[in-house]
Structures are given as structure tokens and as C-alpha cells.
Nanobody, 123 residues
């Protein structure tokens, strides 16, 4: 069982930055992939960024490419999402997720989830 706890959300003005953190209760194994999803009111949950825990490859949805960066600290068992140049359309609840195997785009392929953290971009 893997428990995930997100932190770092909040209210930020357009153009600002936030860094989300996702702490895992156990050391991630090489077979895990981890991702950040988000869900805005009335919209489906969408993949924002993801990576395999040990490889360097990453994946981003088109709307955040060049603005968001996913990274991990293996020693701290923590996944991060650095969000820069934030826009009002980035407003959503952001979730950290993990699964055994390769990165998947559909949220229902992830077995482990954090509780979510609210990100609001508004002036």
C-alpha cells in the first residue's frame, strides 16, 4: 500500500508560481510511475505531467509544456510539480497519483491517490 500526501497549493496571481509536493509513505520502486492530475469544476480529471520513477523521461499535457516541471527526490520519496507562469485556466484541484508499470494517461489506471490540493489562479 502506498499513501500519498500533497502540499503546496494556494492562491496565486496570474503569472505567478507554485511548487506542489507529493510525499510517499514508502520508497518508490523502479517499477512505479507517478503523475500529477488536475480536475476543475465540471471537467474531467486530466493528466498534467508524469514520469517513471527511475527513468529520466517525462510527459506533459500540451497546455503546460514549457511552464510546468515534474521532478522527484528519491532520498525524500517526494514528487514535485513546479508551476510557473500560472494562468487562470490552471485553477483546479491537483492530485498526485502512482501506479505499478509505465506511465498511463487515464486516471482510472492509477491505484494510489493523494487527497488533492487546491490551486487557484486569480487576480
Amino acid at each position: 500500500q502506498v499513501q500519498l500526501v500533497e502540499s503546496g497549493g494556494g492562491l496565486v496571481q496570474p503569472g505567478g508560481s507554485l511548487r506542489l509536493s507529493c510525499a510517499s509513505s514508502r520508497r518508490a520502486e523502479s517499477s512505479y510511475s507517478m503523475a500529477w492530475f488536475r480536475q476543475a469544476p465540471g471537467k474531467e480529471r486530466e493528466l498534467v505531467a508524469g514520469r517513471h520513477w527511475t527513468s529520466d523521461g517525462t510527459s506533459y499535457t500540451n497546455s503546460v509544456k514549457g511552464r510546468f516541471t515534474i521532478s522527484r527526490d528519491s532520498d525524500k520519496n517526494t514528487l514535485y510539480l513546479q508551476m510557473d507562469s500560472l494562468k487562470p485556466d490552471d485553477t483546479a484541484v491537483y492530485y498526485c497519483a502512482a501506479r505499478l508499470g509505465g506511465l498511463a494517461r487515464n486516471w482510472n489506471e492509477y491505484a494510489y491517490w493523494g487527497q488533492g490540493t487546491q490551486v487557484t489562479v486569480s487576480s
